[in-house]
């Protein structure tokens, strides 16, 4: 099959759009959103441009399916759904150092976004997602967070710990304050 079959309405149509899901996310990701256009996410995929309008209708979706879906890929692969405090993001480093363009995209979106340019419901349901997987962690390990305050807290150091990752480009410091973040959802606990 071809690169282009599988993007047609007819066979792999699902996994098709994932690829130019992908393909936006890395443009957006390395180049800034301005980069993402039908053309160059067409041509990173290996397709025509008119697929791209066929699948999404607009720009403007593609780049909320994108973010969506790199929300979606980070909060998997970051554990912040996770069994025990120890166990609470302990890929995250790694998520980030392999995929760091998902959470620049991530960023970029939500700033344009609150500057009016893209749908901020679609930046609030992403926040809304990660905060109740925070959540599902914080009350699995016994905290008592029935107006999800405690969650949100969690999850905006988290936030900041992404972009400082980004900025410092340091494993070791991450870590810490990941340990940190950890001692504190702790101390909640007792």
Known sequence: MTSAEGLGTGGDSASGRDRLLDAAMEIGGREGLQAVTYRAVAARAGVAHGLVRHHFGSREQLLAEAFRRAAAKDSDSAR????????????????????????????????????????????????ERYIAEVRQTIQGVGIDDADGRASAV????????????????????????????????RRLVD
Do not use: C, K, M
């Not at 995929?99 to 609030?124: K, Y």
């Open 80 to 127: 912040l759904e996770a069994d025990s405090i120890e166990e609470f993001a302990s890929t995250f480093v790694e998520s980030l150092n392999t995929s760091w363009e998902r959470p620049l995209l991530q960023f970029d979106e939500t700033l344009q976004a609150i500057r009016g340019g893209l749908s901020i419901d679609n930046v609030r349901q992403q926040y």
């Open 154 to 185: 969690v999850f905006a150091a988290l936030d900041g710990l992404v972009l400082q990752h980004l900025v410092f480009r340091d494993d070791a410091r991450t870590e810490r304050l990941l340990e940190t973040l950890r001692e504190v959802i």
